[in-house]
């Protein structure tokens, strides 16, 4: 005896399990964040002395791991749960979320198109107050030397934002060896060295404008920033990548939202 077949609205099992482990993997990345920033913070004793983390007179580095962390992990935990357990709270979520995190990049792309001249003021800004605080945490001191290194830079506009340092400044009430002078990181590399010599800046600043440029850097990181945005289009592309990436994970979990909910409609 032959039956009738209904065959209603089903939940697509593609969009579902590639939701699934596309968040799993950014679940475990936002853990692993989370666990560096924890981990780096125990090394520097905060965890202990929770008060010490106002004390920082400068960025500490630590912060964009725990922040990006956070967000990777609340993410991917909505998204996973979301699709594995058909949760259209959790999924509405994730789509919310990922949207004002797309809405805000396009925002601040737009905003530092516009006010090129400002943003240059607030890196400068931000730059000279790290500068100030050089030696007051391991990381931020790693990450001002990363800096000058990669882009072949000294200080914002230039060697004497080392000025603001008390260790490097050129005033009589410096009595230290440091006077006038720059970090190693702002030091010309030669190719022959294998061993950096961490006393290269030292008095480097006291020497004439022509024989600095043989011992330092004199260009400050944020031209050089510039000009590495200048010559390297490709990071554009990358961020534009991204932003479809979004678009996309939106686009499908929107989808298999409305698959859910006329799978529960027709019960």
Known sequence: MSGKHYK????????????????????????????????????????????????????????????????????????????????????KYF????????????????????FKDWIKDQLYFFINNNIRAYRDDIDLQNLIDFTQEYWQCCGAFGADDWNLNIYFNCTDSNAGRE?????????????????????????????PEVDQQIVIYTKGCVPQFEKWLQDNLTIVFIFIGIALLQIFGICLAQNLVSDIEAVRASW
């Open 179 to 207: 006077r006038c002078g720059v970090p190693f990181s702002c030091c010309t590399k030669d190719p022959a060295e294998d061993v950096i010599n961490t006393q290269c800046g030292y008095d480097a600043r006291q020497k």
């Open 8 to 91: 209603g609205p089903e939940v697509s099992c593609c969009i579902k399990y590639f939701i699934f482990g596309f968040n799993v993997i950014f679940w475990f990345l936002g853990i692993a964040f989370l666990g560096i920033g924890l981990w780096a913070w125990n090394e520097k004793g905060v965890l202990s002395n929770i008060s010490s983390i106002t004390d920082l007179g400068g960025f500490d580095p630590v912060w964009l791991f725990l922040v990006v962390g956070g967000v990777m992990f609340i993410l991917g935990f909505a998204g996973c749960i979301g699709a594995l357990r058909e949760n259209t709270f959790l999924l």
């Open 95 to 114: 789509s919310v979320f990922l949207g004002i995190i797309f809405f805000l990049e396009l925002t601040a792309g737009v905003l530092a198109f516009v």
